[in-house]
């Protein structure tokens, strides 16, 4: 039963980070193709305000799937260690992309295409991966026999075109109901095109899988027919009302309804595939770690899912809404010398304070982790799991509270910066 609850400890932040962070990406490769200076800084400052949350959840994936199952993790990565570098530099630079975009205080063409051109690579990075498992990595007795091209072959091709598609129509959708005037009525204007190129990729992609990857789906058990059936049409059903919804109001109708059809269709892939994880023998059982390991994941990840949750959706709520271009002011405007300046300057040794506070609470976190081994491992000679969830609770309240402290006080003013 616990290696059920670690497959679905995987595949939560797993869908979460793909339906999540598929319409930042398919913005990022949207402004590549509008020629709107304008737009295409409208399109940055938009996603600057949700991307590093949405990418949360890549994280939590990551240490699921190393602690949860190691035996697919064994076999997954050395075989897609090319596009999952590449992925990961690409992520780098559009983060870079991104920032430097929001700082510069006008639009700047480089800086653009960097954004545009890394969230294209990782969007093709994340359909290669994609493909190459679910088409089947060679392996023997849980470990990689492939050789450095495996990831390479035509399913995992088609997985990152049809990506690519999937990606798109999410980011149309999400400016259709984010955006206003010209964006907005382009959005709407792509929004059925991309909608029809989908569909015919999950078409090609669904009915590919039978050949890239000639296991026997058991459709024959009722319960994952059920699951599927109900999927799919869910899939369709959501696909529909995203058709009708693209260029009418209300605006936010195609993005839900997207969003709504991109995870019925993983739910559809999941109920066709489980329980083998790493097509074409390496079931469940087989790759989940020892139940003590189970534990720890259950313990560490369980209670991080609800934070980046809560994150996910303050800064949705924060940032509802049409996006409107915010006035920018002078960069010669200057604070008056009336007593009120940085803390940092007049008070110098508030820096000292937080430096040593969150050394303090990162060395906390250094020793949790260290325990973490012993603890989960069978030997909780120090402090139990629910310890570590108390003390791991009380170093996270302490730094907000203390953010939160230095907030009022000022302690991230620049200086001669304007006060609110």
Same mark, same amino acid.
Request: hydrophobic share 50%; with cysteine.
């Given at each position: 039963?616990?290696?059920?609850?670690?497959?679905?400890?995987?595949?939560?932040?797993?869908?979460?980070?793909?339906?999540?962070?598929?319409?930042?990406?398919?913005?990022?490769?949207?402004?590549?193709?509008?020629?709107?200076?304008?737009?295409?800084?409208?399109?940055?400052?938009?996603?600057?305000?949700?991307?590093?949350?949405?990418?949360?959840?890549i994280i939590l994936a990551g240490v699921a799937l190393w602690a949860g199952l190691p035996g697919?993790?064994?076999?997954?990565?050395?075989?897609?260690?090319?596009?999952?570098?590449?992925?990961?530099?690409?992520?780098?630079?559009?983060?870079?992309?991104?920032?430097?975009?929001?700082?510069?205080?006008?639009? /700047?063409? #480089?800086?653009? +295409? %960097?954004?545009?051109?890394?969230?294209? !690579?990782?969007? *093709?990075?994340? $359909? &290669?991966?994609?493909?190459?498992?679910?088409?089947?990595?060679?392996?023997?007795?849980?470990?990689?026999?492939?050789?450095?091209?495996?990831?390479?072959?035509?399913?995992?091709?088609?997985?990152?075109?049809?990506?690519?598609?999937?990606?798109?129509?999410?980011?149309?959708?999400?400016?259709?109901?984010?955006?206003?005037?010209?964006?907005?009525?382009?959005?709407? /204007?792509? #929004?059925?095109? +991309? %909608?029809?190129?989908?569909?015919?990729? !999950?078409?090609? *992609?669904?009915? $590919? &899988?039978?050949?890239?990857?000639?296991?026997?789906?058991?459709?024959?058990?009722?319960?994952?027919?059920?699951?599927f059936g109900l999927a799919v049409a869910a899939a369709a059903v959501c696909g529909a009302v995203?058709?009708?919804?693209?260029?009418?109001?209300?605006?936010?109708?195609?993005?839900?309804?997207?969003?709504?059809?991109?995870?019925?269709?993983?739910?559809?892939?999941?109920?066709?595939?489980?329980?083998?994880?790493?097509?074409?023998?390496?079931?469940?059982?087989?790759?989940?770690?020892?139940?003590?390991?189970?534990?720890?994941?259950?313990?560490?990840?369980?209670?991080?899912?609800?934070?980046?949750?809560?994150?996910?959706?303050?800064?949705?709520?924060?940032?509802?809404?049409?996006?409107?271009?915010?006035?920018?002011?002078?960069?010669?405007?200057?604070?008056?010398?009336?007593?009120?300046?940085?803390?940092?300057?007049?008070?110098?040794?508030?820096?000292?304070?937080?430096?040593?506070?969150?050394?303090?609470?990162?060395?906390?976190g250094i020793l949790l982790a260290a325990v973490c081994q012993d603890i989960f491992g069978g030997?909780?000679?120090?402090?139990?799991?629910?310890?570590?969830?108390?003390?791991?609770?009380?170093?996270?309240?302490?730094?907000?509270?203390?953010?939160?402290?230095?907030?009022?006080?000022?302690?991230?003013?620049?200086?001669?910066?304007?006060?609110?």
């Amino acid at each position: 039963m616990s290696e059920y609850l670690t497959y679905a400890l995987v595949l939560l932040p797993l869908g979460a980070y793909v339906i999540l962070d598929g319409y930042d990406l398919g913005v990022g490769m949207l402004s590549l193709l509008d020629r709107s200076e304008r737009r295409r800084r409208e399109y940055n400052e938009l996603i600057a305000t949700a991307w590093d949350a949405n990418e949360s959840w890549i994280i939590l994936a990551g240490v699921a799937l190393w602690a949860g199952l190691p035996g697919a993790y064994a076999t997954v990565l050395p075989g897609v260690y090319p596009p999952l570098i590449a992925m990961l530099f690409a992520v780098i630079l559009r983060g870079m992309g991104l920032e430097f975009q929001s700082a510069s205080g006008t639009y /700047r063409r #480089g800086w653009g +295409l %960097l954004f545009g051109g890394a969230s294209l !690579a990782v969007t *093709l990075c994340q $359909g &290669l991966v994609i493909g190459a498992v679910l088409s089947g990595l060679p392996q023997r007795d849980g470990h990689f026999t492939g050789d450095a091209l495996a990831w390479l072959t035509p399913y995992s091709v088609l997985w990152a075109l049809g990506l690519v598609c999937v990606y798109l129509l999410a980011g149309a959708a999400w400016l259709q109901d984010k955006t206003e005037g010209t964006a907005h009525e382009w959005a709407g /204007r792509l #929004g059925r095109p +991309l %909608l029809g190129a989908t569909v015919v990729a !999950a078409l090609v *992609l669904g009915f $590919g &899988l039978e050949v890239a990857d000639p296991q026997h789906f058991q459709f024959e058990q009722p319960l994952r027919a059920t699951l599927f059936g109900l999927a799919v049409a869910a899939a369709a059903v959501c696909g529909a009302v995203a058709w009708y919804g693209f260029g009418r109001r209300p605006d936010w109708r195609p993005f839900a309804a997207v969003l709504g059809a991109e995870a019925a269709g993983l739910l559809a892939l999941v109920a066709a595939t489980a329980p083998v994880v790493v097509p074409r023998s390496l079931t469940l059982h087989e790759a989940s770690s020892p139940h003590g390991s189970q534990v720890f994941l259950v313990v560490g990840v369980g209670l991080c899912m609800p934070f980046v949750l809560a994150y996910n959706i303050y800064a949705w709520w924060v940032f509802r809404g049409k996006f409107r271009e915010p006035a920018r002011q002078s960069p010669t405007t200057t604070a008056p010398d009336d007593g009120t300046a940085d803390p940092f300057v007049s008070r110098p040794e508030s820096r000292i304070v937080v430096i040593v506070r969150r050394t303090l609470l990162t060395l906390l976190g250094i020793l949790l982790a260290a325990v973490c081994q012993d603890i989960f491992g069978g030997e909780s000679t120090w402090v139990d799991p629910l310890g570590i969830a108390l003390l791991s609770g009380t170093a996270l309240v302490a730094w907000i509270l203390g953010d939160r402290r230095d907030g009022r006080l000022g302690e991230y003013d620049l200086p001669g910066g304007e006060r609110p």
